[in-house]
């Protein structure tokens, strides 16, 4: 457990770097009120997007790693720690000062996410998922993925629209989380070719890949303080519901829940506090020199 763990705080650090950098891209490039193909034309033009994608790939590549040595419902929360991340290395690349409460919050974050997962300690469950119980898992995630879509693009620029995005691109991470971890056990037991044949491969690589243009377009959707809660907190929620339903992982219960509870109110009090602050609003928008107010959009770009 603790190497998988290890293994997720480097893919969150690569994530959380990729985070600013794409941040960054996605306000270069034109805005858009729809889901359009060009937005992804234009964002292969831009360096630092380029660069964000290659940081996103690193992040992939130490998922799988903990994936494959640990539990779905103990890796995915793992991922929380990518926003306070996001906050820490945007600060150091932008030259901005962090703030008291936004320390205050990141601790709130780091010690909350400890509290969990010490508490629940997700274990055992099946390496591999019977293939027809892909069949509903697909249905009802993508379902429900395409049903926050739908929701999003009916609304205009602002939280709502943010929000309904972000948590879109969150579920189709925690999916691509489960075919990840599908896929590693296929590598792990037999072999290359079997992992270059089997469906969940390719399923993971679509689904991630979606999911990467969903959070740009969610990003471009409205203000930080509604597209990051959705995307940070449902892609722990439904990573750990996946992880004990699909794969049958087993947490602990019982007077556990109590501390489990309180940590996972904690960090989310700390998810949505650091949100709003100023200094992660900076850090992601490090172009504009005119104070904003945290949870305003930032003129049309927003």
Request: proline share 5%; with cysteine; aromatic share 8%.
């Amino acid at each position: 457990m603790i190497l998988s763990v290890l293994f997720a705080v480097i893919a969150a650090c690569s994530n959380a770097l990729g985070t600013v950098l794409q941040r960054q891209a996605v306000l270069k490039v034109p805005a858009s009120t729809s889901l359009r193909l060009g937005l992804m034309r234009d964002l292969l033009r831009t360096p630092v997007w380029l660069a964000g994608i290659a940081a996103v790939i690193g992040a992939a590549v130490f998922q799988a790693l903990a994936l494959g040595t640990g539990s779905l419902a103990t890796v995915q929360p793992v991922f929380i720690l990518e926003l306070p991340l996001a906050l820490v290395i945007g600060g150091a690349v932008f030259h901005v000062e962090l703030s008291q409460k936004a320390w205050l919050c990141v601790g709130c974050i780091a010690v909350g996410l400890g509290v969990f997962l010490f508490s629940l300690a997700p274990a055992g469950g099946r390496e591999q998922v019977p293939g027809i119980w892909w069949v509903p898992t697909l249905l009802i995630v993508g379902g429900l993925g395409a049903a926050l879509v739908v929701a999003g693009l009916r609304r205009p620029l602002g939280l709502t629209r943010a929000a309904c995005l972000g948590a879109a691109a969150a579920v189709g991470n925690a999916l691509t989380a489960a075919l990840i971890k599908s896929s590693m056990d296929i590598l792990g037991h037999q072999g290359i070719a079997a992992w270059l044949l089997s469906w969940q491969t390719y399923a993971f690589a679509a689904t991630g890949g979606f999911s990467l243009f969903l959070l740009g377009t969610a990003m471009q959707g409205g203000p930080l303080i509604a597209s990051q809660p959705a995307l940070t907190l449902c892609d722990a929620v439904a990573g750990f519901a996946l992880g004990v339903i699909l794969y049958g992982e087993q947490p602990r219960t019982g007077l556990w829940m109590l501390p489990a509870v309180a940590g996972f109110a904690l960090l989310t009090y700390g998810v949505f506090a650091l949100s709003r602050t100023q200094c992660l609003y900076k850090c992601v928008h490090p172009e504009e020199n005119v104070p904003v107010a945290a949870g305003q959009p930032a003129g049309s770009r927003m």
